[in-house]
């Protein structure tokens, strides 16, 4: 029976599922807007020599070590995603009278007469306004403040909030080539983030993702599946 020929040119979604210190799942991430996906392979080996006929002959090699590394490139710059990146966390901060706001200007209490600085944030309604002129024991409706005003809810990453990203990788694909899924399953990876990350740019930012496959104890280090449709 003839060897069924395969071609791979495939598409596919990558979920990070975090793996929290007790050892349970976190809430999956998508890494959305995949540019690619690869796993490198890397090996140490060990030679024995001979010379019994000619210097230097090779007569026998052993791989002693083998590496996997799993990398992404990403669109999907969530701050979820930027939290994968920074070893990080999602944080909710609703701002109130009395807090610095993230410019570092007070925040004064716009339910009340005002008094300010130029800059200074006056929070109203659940809404942050600032001032563009300085105000003395002023009611909110007799001040001059800015056209662009914000709401008093934001979320932030906090960086290095934790030690390491221990996760689960899938990416779930279709081989465009057959039509069929293809399917990777890395049990364990710790996902980190080398290099710049652009805040401005002239073009759309990019997240590039790798890691190291680690071993757990019953499994394979990574499964590729090809499936069927059903």
Request: proline share 3%.
């Amino acid at each position: 029976m003839a060897q069924e020929k395969i071609a791979r040119l495939a598409s596919g979604e990558v979920c990070f599922t975090p793996i929290k210190e007790d050892g349970s799942y976190g809430d999956e991430v998508i890494l959305g807007y995949n540019q690619k996906v690869s796993l490198t392979r890397s090996t140490e080996t060990k030679e024995l020599l001979s010379n019994d006929k000619s210097l230097g002959e090779t007569a026998s090699e052993s791989e002693t070590k083998v590496t996997y590394e799993f990398s992404t490139e990403i669109g999907d710059v969530s701050l979820d995603n930027l939290a994968i990146a920074f070893k990080g966390s999602v944080e909710s901060k609703t701002y109130a009278a009395g807090d610095k706001f993230w410019n570092g200007k007070p925040i004064l209490d716009g339910s009340a007469n005002v008094t300010g600085k130029i800059g200074d944030a006056v929070i109203k309604d659940g809404k942050i306004y600032t001032l563009t002129a300085a105000a003395t024991s002023k009611p909110f409706a007799d001040l001059k403040t800015a056209p662009k005003v914000y709401k008093s809810a934001f979320k932030r990453v906090n960086p290095e909030a934790r030690a390491n990203n221990l996760g689960r990788i899938v990416v779930e694909g279709v081989n465009l080539a057959t039509g069929k899924p293809q399917i990777l399953v890395i049990p364990k990876i710790n996902v980190r983030y080398d290099g710049e990350f652009a805040v401005v740019s002239d073009d759309y930012i990019k997240l590039s993702l790798k890691g190291k496959l680690l071993k757990v104890e019953g499994e394979s280090i990574f499964t590729l599946m090809d499936g069927e449709n059903a």
